[in-house]
């Protein structure tokens, strides 16, 4: 039998968001050596700010057709291996009380803290160890893996994930890591776009909106000639929060000036 040392890993994630916890725990319960990175000082931040505090951890009617990819077949394998109900199922073993807004729309009931513990939780019982306040200076690919220098010295691992997330928000410590990793491993990038960009409301329409204020109703909102509905979105802050995430993250073909989004028509019924 050969000795393993200590900086020696069978799977190193970069990045302890959703996606990396949710990956950790994944490896862990297939028996792999897990080691979790991250250079912020706490796990899974911007979970927490999710669905205003209070994280849409799924949605049950949730079908390949919702994800917007310049590659609409992407999706497809990873929906079907595991679904919305595979992740409810979770949840409901965390003992998690939530709550469904518009139909299929799933919330936390208290907080969106519920789902980063029970990720937490999920990993420390995979034994998937998660280390913050850790910054990779530099990853190298050897003839078993990979070497990654961290100040303290170097680790290497089989596998490694790169679960860095996106560009948004660099206060949660989002930062362009993973693009700069695929560039060093030859991988092609699309240009990156904002998702969720700037209304521009005219003031006719602004008027119109700025009672609807806490008011739960069906929205159709147009850009140009694509539609977007809720059967009973609230409006907050006089835009109704989910159907305007959806038309503000059109692909190119609607996207407008600046990554401005330009709404036709807004329709509701009370
Ligand atoms: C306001 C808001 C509300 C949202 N609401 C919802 C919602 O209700 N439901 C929903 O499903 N989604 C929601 N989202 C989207 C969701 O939060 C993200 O899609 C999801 O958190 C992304 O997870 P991730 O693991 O890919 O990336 P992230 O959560 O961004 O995690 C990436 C991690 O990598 C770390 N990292 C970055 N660079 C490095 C580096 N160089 N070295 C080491 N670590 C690094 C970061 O510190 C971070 O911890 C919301 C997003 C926002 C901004």
Not at 41 to 57: Q, Y
Not at 225 to 248: K, N
Request: net charge positive; with cysteine; hydrophobic share 35%.
């Amino acid at each position: 039998m050969t000795a393993v040392s200590a900086s020696q890993y069978d799977v190193i994630i970069l990045g302890a968001g959703a996606a990396g916890l949710m990956c950790a725990a994944t490896a862990g319960y297939r028996g792999r050596r897990v080691l979790v990175l991250d250079h912020a000082n706490k796990p899974g931040k911007k979970i927490l700010m999710s669905g205003g505090g209070r994280c849409n951890f799924t949605n049950l009617n949730s079908t390949p057709a919702n994800f917007l990819s310049d590659n609409p077949h992407y999706c497809i394998s990873a929906l079907k291996r595991y679904t919305p109900q595979d992740f409810l199922e979770l949840v409901d073993r965390h003992g998690i009380e939530h709550e469904e807004k518009a139909p299929g729309q799933l919330f936390c009931k208290d907080s969106a803290k519920d789902i980063l513990n029970m990720l937490l939780t999920e990993c420390e019982w995979a034994g998937a160890e998660v280390r913050m306040k850790t910054a990779v200076d530099r990853i190298t690919e050897t003839d078993s893996g990979y070497r990654l220098r961290v100040g303290s010295g170097d680790l290497t691992c089989e596998s490694l994930v790169i679960a860095t997330g996106g560009l948004s928000i660099p206060t949660m410590g989002a930062t362009a890591f993973g693009y700069r990793v695929a560039e060093q491993f030859g991988l092609d990038i699309l240009p990156t776009r904002a998702g969720l960009v700037p209304f521009t409301l005219q003031p006719e329409l602004k008027d119109q909106l700025a009672p609807l204020s806490g008011v739960s109703c069906p929205v159709d909102v147009q850009c140009h000639d694509q539609h977007f509905r809720e059967p009973r979105a609230t409006a907050r802050q006089r835009l109704p929060w989910g159907v305007w995430i959806h038309a503000s993250s059109p692909p190119k073909p609607w996207r407008c000036w600046r990554s401005q989004t330009c709404i036709s028509s807004v329709r509701w019924w009370t």
